[in-house]
């Protein structure tokens, strides 16, 4: 486990960064942000590469869904840099930042719910509407979620809540993206779910390349498929490392993780290589 601010990139040199930034993917530079005067995000620093997850976890108020709404655009950071394959895109608005090949997949889902599935999508490609190719990402968004081609014609209201992440899953897809930034997806799911959704999202990483932005608060879920996790407490990262380094650390572990519940055998379950989902083939076509 790495010290926290101090080196917030972890032990990621100079030349580490730049190759995320040539490559395309997200580089977080001490964000600051704030809701009117209450400053929520103290100077939090990431960086995820493409074909690469990584997960935020932290408690209720810890200032993950802000980390991603100021990433997406939608809160103004007030200090601090958002870069995308090295292009700054801290001063741009969420519209601008989306065409720059980021997709933010809010909480709660949030899909049109009197539109049909069909609908959804097409919304989700509007962005794209000019560049033609849109049946070969309807294409490729549905073989991720197989379960979608079936109900493609019924009002999105009408799926299930697992239904529903996939839909916004897929919508998100239809801009296609190289960052994908998912505000727990995986809530009010049951663990079957849960396990589909976490397959999708290795699949993205392993056979799409995308960055992916995951922040959880199921710790289970997100140390099953993430590569690396910080942990952030009141809008700072407060430990970062890969799951298998934080699951043996009894400090970061009782202190942030929810002690019991995310028990070190637990975890040390779920980070072993055999257990961790990737892509290929989605659980829910082996089901
Ligand atoms: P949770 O897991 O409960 O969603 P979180 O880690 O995502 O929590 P945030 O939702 O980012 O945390 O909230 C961080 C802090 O910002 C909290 O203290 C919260 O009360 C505050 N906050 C969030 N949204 C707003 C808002 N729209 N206006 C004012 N304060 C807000």
Redesign the pocket.
Known sequence: MNAPASKPHGTAPESALAEVDRSGGLRVESLHAA??R?E?LHGVSLTVAPGEIVAAV??????????L?TVSGLLRATSGTVTLGGTDVTALGAERIAAQGLAHVP?NRLVFPSLTVEDNLALGGWTRRRDGGYAVRRTAALELFPRLRDRIALPAGALSGGEQQMLAMARALMAEPKVIIL??PSLGLAPKVVGEIVAALAALRDDRGLAVLL?E?NVRAAFLVADRVVV?DR?RVVAHGSPAELARDDRVRRAYLGGGTASSSALLEVVDEGARPRGGTTQQEEA
């Open positions: 809701y009117g209450l929520v932290g408690a209720n108020g810890a200032g993950k869904s802000t980390l709404r909480e505000d727990e922040v608060q952030m809008g």
